[in-house]
C-alpha cells in the first residue's frame, strides 16, 4: 500500500535561506505525490504535484519538488524562505481506490 | 464557487452528547473524505465516499458514522461524543487522482 513518511517534524529557517522539506515514499508502483500548505487556522492548500512526466515540479509561491524515484523520494524546495512560507506542510498520496494518505507534516519556522 | 463549505466551523460538546458535521461541495466531485487532524498526527482518514449513496471506512472509524445522502453533501456523524474526538475534523472532496480540495475544518472540544 502506498504511504509517505516526512522527516523532520519541525524545521527553522532564516528568511532569505533555502527550504528544504524531506518527503518519502513507499509504494511498488510510481505513485501521484501532493505537497499541501496549511497556514493557521486554515484547511489544506494545494502547493503542487507530481503524476507522470517531468520529474521537477513546480508550484505555487516559488515552491518546488523533485521525484526521484531511485531515492523514493519527493522533497520540496524553496530557494529563499520568506516570512509567509511559515506554515504546515504536508507530504501526501493517493492509494488506489482515491484515498488521500497524508504525512505527519512538518512545521516550518522562518527567523526574521 | 464555494468550493468545500463545513459547518460549523467550532463546537464544543458535553461528553455523551451527539452531533453532525456538514460538509457541503458545489464541485461535483464524485469523492467525498472526513479526516481528523490531531497535533503530531497529520491527517487521518475517518470514513469516505465514492459515490452518492455510498459510504467505507478509513484508518479511523470508531466513535463516528457517516452519510451521503445527495452527491454534494456528507455528514459526519457523533453519536456519544468523548474527550478523545476533540479535534480539528477537515472535509475533502475530489473527482480523481489529481487533488483533493479541502474546507475550512471544525474545531471539535468534548468536555
Known amino acids: 500500500a502506498q504511504s509517505v513518511t516526512q522527516l523532520g517534524s519541525h524545521v527553522s529557517v532564516s528568511e532569505g535561506a533555502l527550504v528544504l522539506l524531506r518527503c518519502n515514499y513507499s509504494s511498488s508502483v510510481p505513485p501521484y505525490l501532493f505537497w499541501y500548505v496549511q497556514y493557521p487556522n486554515q484547511g489544506l492548500q494545494l502547493l503542487l504535484k507530481?503524476?507522470?512526466?517531468?520529474?521537477l515540479v513546480k508550484g505555487i509561491n516559488g515552491f518546488e519538488a523533485e521525484f526521484k524515484k531511485s531515492e523514493t523520494s519527493f522533497h520540496l524546495t524553496k530557494p529563499s524562505a520568506h516570512m509567509s512560507d511559515a506554515a504546515e506542510y504536508f507530504c501526501?498520496?493517493?492509494?488506489?481506490?482515491?484515498?488521500?494518505?497524508f504525512g505527519t507534516g512538518t512545521s516550518l519556522t522562518v527567523i526574521p | 464557487n464555494a468550493g468545500v463549505t463545513q459547518t460549523p466551523k467550532f463546537r464544543v460538546l458535553k461528553t455523551g452528547q451527539s452531533m453532525t458535521l456538514l460538509c457541503a461541495q458545489d464541485?461535483?466531485?464524485?469523492?467525498m473524505y472526513w479526516y481528523r487532524q490531531d497535533p503530531g498526527m497529520g491527517l487521518r482518514l475517518i470514513h469516505y465516499?465514492?459515490?452518492?449513496?455510498?459510504?467505507a471506512k478509513g484508518e479511523v472509524p470508531d466513535g463516528y458514522n457517516v452519510s451521503r445522502l445527495k452527491k454534494q453533501n456528507f455528514l459526519l456523524g457523533l453519536e456519544s461524543a468523548a474527550p478523545s474526538q476533540t479535534s480539528v475534523y477537515f472535509c475533502?472532496?475530489?473527482?480523481?487522482?489529481?487533488?483533493?480540495?479541502f474546507g475550512q475544518g471544525t474545531r471539535l472540544t468534548v468536555v
Open positions: 465516499s465514492v459515490g452518492e449513496g455510498t459510504t
Open positions: 475533502a472532496s475530489s473527482y480523481s487522482f489529481a487533488r483533493a480540495f
Open positions: 464541485m461535483n466531485h464524485e469523492y
Open positions: 507530481y503524476t507522470t512526466g517531468a520529474t
Open positions: 501526501a498520496t493517493p492509494n488506489t481506490g482515491n484515498q488521500f494518505y
